[in-house]
């Protein structure tokens, strides 16, 4: 029961701050050339702390793990009291004086943000007005929160619905299926290549844009997922005619070079844009409650992505789930080119210079 509660409330902790706050809070602070780098910066140091997990696992056990990885909350808990509140926030509720300071102390002292802020106080101020005047109206409510809803949320379907959440949790098992390769050494080749495509992601994120990324993400996951379905049943089918282990130790590779190539077009493209969207895409009005809905909606999926993992393998195998998650993505795909709009080097709509007259 202790085991449960505690559970609970580290998911509770986990969604509000580095879901929520920390993706809104870097969208509302940085200048559109950095803000998919900065945004970046979090999926790297996630995947440091995914990739120091893997690797102590492989001495400790969960309870001597839970020990090492409660050092992270409580470094988060000392230097969250030095950051201050974002300069849009505050103007919204009326501080703008703070706001000033705020907006100084993230730009240096040696910059002049009267014009920034002045923009983005004449903004919301406009903003503010036009939502009194339509606030009955349906098409105002459609126009302004459910196109980012439904983007986010289906980007955050097609995420947690390719399998990499799964395989994150069932990663040790899933090698042990496939070769006879460590599955330990496996794990931690996976988090140490998820951590070096995050960095490179976020050098092209600003550069290259998010649409070519996530098409090209979306591209190579299901070509990679195939490919990983195909040997799983190559191996299923096969299995009575190899010698133990000796045959699958020649072709260990071919399921962790599967793996690699999906968790570096996973680590490009669709695992940190879907999150960037999410602060770029929503209004400052609607910000709040558009990131909650999107990022519950992640968790529910990745809740029911785990849970059925076991059950698509039992009921397909472990080839038909792979190849089920290939399909998912090609769907992700369509998706992306249909309805994921070009973010790169726009202002969100409360910094837009030209805002007041849209």
Not at 204 to 227: E, T
Request: hydrophobic share 45%.
């Amino acid at each position: 029961m202790t085991l449960h509660i505690t559970s609970i409330i580290r998911c509770l902790c986990l969604f509000v701050t580095r879901y929520v706050c920390e993706q809104v809070y870097i969208s509302e602070i940085s200048v559109p050339d950095i803000r998919g780098c900065l945004s970046a910066v979090l999926k790297i140091v996630g995947h440091i702390g995914m990739l120091i997990s893997f690797a102590v696992g492989a001495y400790l056990d969960w309870r001597h793990l839970a020990m090492v990885v409660a050092i992270a909350p409580v470094m988060l808990f000392a230097t969250v009291l030095y950051i201050p509140e974002t300069p849009s926030y505050l103007v919204l509720v009326g501080r703008d004086e703070e706001a000033a300071r705020s907006l100084q102390w993230l730009r240096g002292p040696d910059i002049d943000v009267g014009h920034e802020i002045a923009t983005i106080r004449t903004n919301i101020i406009t903003s503010r007005q036009y939502q009194d005047g339509c606030r009955s109206t349906f098409s105002t409510i459609t126009s302004r929160l459910l196109r980012p809803v439904l983007t986010t949320c289906g980007l955050m379907f097609f995420q947690r619905f390719s399998g990499a959440t799964a395989f994150n949790f069932y990663a040790v098992s899933i090698f042990r299926q496939t070769g006879c390769m460590n599955p330990h050494g496996g794990a931690v080749a996976v988090g140490f290549v998820q951590l070096l495509a995050s960095c490179v992601s976020g050098l092209l994120i600003d550069i290259v844009g998010r649409l070519p990324l996530l098409i090209a993400s979306s591209m190579f996951m299901s070509m990679a997922l195939a490919g990983f379905g195909s040997f799983a049943y190559y191996e299923d089918v096969h299995k009575e005619h190899r010698n133990g282990c000796l045959i699958a130790a020649q072709h260990d590779w071919i399921p962790l070079l599967c793996v690699l190539i999906f968790t570096v077009a996973f680590s490009l493209g669709i695992s940190p844009i879907s999150w960037l969207l999410i602060g770029e895409l929503f209004p400052l009005e609607y910000r709040g409650l558009g990131s909650a809905l999107a990022t519950s909606f992640s968790y529910v999926c990745a809740f029911v992505g785990v849970k059925t993992f076991v059950d698509f393998q039992q009921l397909l195998g472990l080839h038909g789930a792979y190849w089920l998650y290939a399909a998912i993505s090609i769907g992700g795909l369509c998706f992306v080119v249909c309805f994921v709009p070009e973010t790169k080097g726009r202002d969100l709509d409360e910094m837009h210079p030209k805002y007041t007259h849209t």
